[in-house]
């Protein structure tokens, strides 16, 4: 019981402390000692000790010299080179799926997935709903990874995924932004179902090169926003980490 009730905290000041990195509430740079967090969070020191841990092997924190973490900072070639690793992940993960062939179920469901996402689009350009779209592009990238059969290749992917501006729905649009962003997302589609396709009929150079080619969109995302609308960072989980 007292593990479970430890574990339980652990988790609970983890998603605290991750969601305070997010939105810019502990700022890069920010020391963080385990007693007061602790009183802060009205739990012991085992589990905020555990919580900090986990953040620092998810990249978000580092160790501290002579004891306690550090918020990390990043640069912006950092979130480009994250961006880039997620694309060289997922494309090693479609190749293998090629390569190695993908039994129906799996296929079935990841084309049911592709037809939710058609669904988010409307008759009008632009006409998208945006928040549908990024529940199921977030399962769509699940699904295509799970394709390899490689719990490697998975557990590399999750990991990058867990940086907030690395994963495959950092940069999707919302209500705030530009209406350009939106008029990306038919094309997205298209890239999502050239992968599958690719898949399907054992290309797996092909398909490797699409899902590489799919990531930088991400990345021609990033670039737009901050040149266009850097006034919005604190709007997008993450940016407030990224040091111009």
Known sequence: MEKSSSNTH????????RQRIFDGSLAGGTRLFEVPLAEELGISRTPVREAMSRLAEEGL???????????RSFRYKDVVDAIE??????????RLAAE???DSAALIRIHKTLLRLDRCFGPEPGDVDVESYREFNGVFHEE??????SDVVLREIDRVNRLPFASPTAF???RGYHPNFRLTLPANQAQHRAIVAAIEAREGARAEALAREHARAARTNLEYFMAEHSNLIGSVPGLALVMN
């Open 85 to 94: 690793l997620r694309g060289v992940l997922e494309g090693t993960a479609v």
């Open 172 to 174: 999707l649009p919302d």
């Open 100 to 102: 190695r062939g993908v």
């Open 61 to 71: 924190l580092d160790r501290a010299r002579g004891g306690g973490f550090v918020v």
């Open 10 to 17: 652990a988790a609970r000041a983890m998603i605290e402390l």
């Open 144 to 149: 295509l990874a799970t394709l390899s059969g």
